[in-house]
């Protein structure tokens, strides 16, 4: 084992005041020496996480549209003719509506049933179901084979790894391609932000750990390109074996994943030492403000901010209460520590002493947004890569 978290919420399950909020896991992190994983050691139940009411529209993020966009345009096939598009967590389907503008054939495919609601809204098809070997082969039955997958921040969703494989063996034609992007495990160590680490980021990856695994099923990984989404993620581009060649940056990046040591579990032990200096930190930080009267709010409620709210155990009794811009959250609870969540209108008429930056990776967008609102006498808290009062 390298971390222990402690009991946990699901990230996602904000509740409203009354409502049953027992349910928690072990949250605890592995490294695996052999095929370079590291994953947490126990998921909820998929059904626990992905569901008719889960909260999270990717395009509430006007960056995170812009970016898919951008990701679109750069695999986008051509010509359009007869490709086949198929993104695997189509959420909202901020992606799709591009091959869907430019009248590709696609398909979305999401578990969570609001959110493919919305995506047929905007005229996207998209189906309502868990990607699987079985379900790749429905699909290619269908339609045919896709010339695209694309996914993003969904992959280390997926429990069964080997599973998903062979169903992008089964889905993928033979000279497509097959690209995803998750938040990355060499930013993750840089900037100890160990708030990636929930329920719904069972891995998180390495370009060491995806070729190993990939490999397994005559998928080759092809091309590695760095983002700076969800506070520094890795783009994945994969193949059928033996029909690309590998990219030179792709050598480099993992030539520098083993030099990072990301292959050596007394890597992991360290990062787990620092999750500790962390916590002690944070809280001395947080009970002194509060002990000198000051107020104290949280800015995003994060899938991520319940990984550190839990196990760093601060409450309402130090944050009075969280803004957030997802509709589906305010009015409601943050998973465990029951703070209550509000919109930015809202907190306007009661704006505290501090901000804590939960929503760290959206760290520009937030601050473009807040530097005509935001007094001065509001002062912010930045936690990811350091923790540290920043004042305006
Ligand atoms: P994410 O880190 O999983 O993308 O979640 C970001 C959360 O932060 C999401 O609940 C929306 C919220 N948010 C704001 O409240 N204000 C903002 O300006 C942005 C960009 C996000």
Known sequence: MIN???????????????????????????????????????????????HDAYPFFTSTSKSMVSHFSKFFEKFMPSPVGDSFIVEIGSNDGSLLAQAK??????????????????????GINAICAFFSEKLASEIVSDHGKATRIYAANVICHIPDLHDLARGVRELLAPEGLFVFEEPYLGSMLEKISYDQIYDEHIYIFSGLSVQAVFAEYGLQLVDLEKQGT?????????????????SKEMLGILKREKEQGLNTTETYLEFANECEKRKSQLRELLIGLTEDGNRIAGYGATSKSTTILNYCHIGNEIIEYFCDTTPEKQGKLTPGSRIPVISREAAQDKLPDYFILFAWNHAEEIMRLESERMPSSVAWINIIPKIEIVSK
């Open 4 to 50: 222990d978290f402690g009991p946990m919420p699901i990230a996602n399950s904000f509740r409203k005041e009354g409502d049953e909020d027992s349910f928690r896991y072990k949250l605890t992190t592995s490294f695996c020496e052999f095929c370079k994983l590291f994953q947490i050691n126990e998921n909820p139940k998929v059904e626990q996480m992905f």
């Open 101 to 122: 503008n430019m009248g590709f054939r696609h398909l979305g495919i999401d578990p969570s049933g609001n959110v493919v609601e919305r995506a047929k809204s905007h």
């Open 230 to 246: 969800h506070g520094g993620s890795m783009r994945y581009v994969i193949a059928h074996e033996s029909t690309t060649t590998p």
